[in-house]
């Protein structure tokens, strides 16, 4: 199994509870564990364009052949902006991998998107399809394009400090700064 060195992390920027529009997102791109570039874009809150804005970010970037991997903060940006996760993957043919700290509340979760979300049922059928979390490593992954094993070596291999990835550790703090003047901790 072959080490995936160049890696893309990706996360949104903080907003207010009664934030509407677009809301930044950030993208880090990483050689192992040193920082080579920052991509930046938006994805609209509780919108349907997260998948296409995060492929855009590496499409339209000049990291576009290096990048081996694609690192997601959650499986949603902005809110609720679901990323359907397998047509990123075959998008930009690059295995993708979803990880979070803490195994997500679906009920709630679905609740609030039967009740509170347009496009609730559409972005449920979504997140069903990523397939189940899963504990690897000491976090919660859904994958796409790799297996548990490579999954859990891609983990092992990009953490600096901490459970996260690098790449997703330093696009929060960098989408932190750039919604609030400055970084703060608790990727």
Do not use: C, Y
Not at 52 to 66: I, K, N, Y
Not at 157 to 175: K, M, N, T, Y
């Amino acid at each position: 199994m072959r080490a995936l060195s160049n890696l893309l992390g990706v996360d949104d920027a903080p907003f207010a509870r009664g934030h509407r529009g677009d809301v930044p997102i950030v993208g880090t791109v990483l050689t192992r564990h040193r920082l080579d570039g920052v991509v930046v874009g938006a994805a609209r809150r509780d919108g349907a364009n997260a998948t296409d804005r995060v492929a855009s970010l590496l499409e339209g970037s000049p990291f576009r052949e290096h990048v081996q991997a694609v690192l997601l903060d959650g499986i949603a940006l902005a809110g609720f902006n679901v990323i359907d996760l397998h047509a990123l993957a075959e998008r930009l043919a690059r295995p993708v991998l979803v990880v979070t700290r803490r195994a997500p509340d679906l009920a709630a979760i679905r609740r609030a998107l039967a009740t509170r979300v347009p496009g609730g049922a559409r972005k449920w059928r979504l997140i069903e399809r990523a397939g189940p979390m899963e504990p690897i490593e000491g976090v919660w992954v859904q994958r796409a394009g790799l297996s548990a094993a490579a999954a859990a070596r891609l983990l092992r291999d990009s953490r600096v400090q901490g459970l996260l990835p690098e790449p997703i550790r330093l696009a929060h703090l960098i989408a932190g700064a750039l919604a609030r003047g400055r970084s703060r901790g608790g990727a």
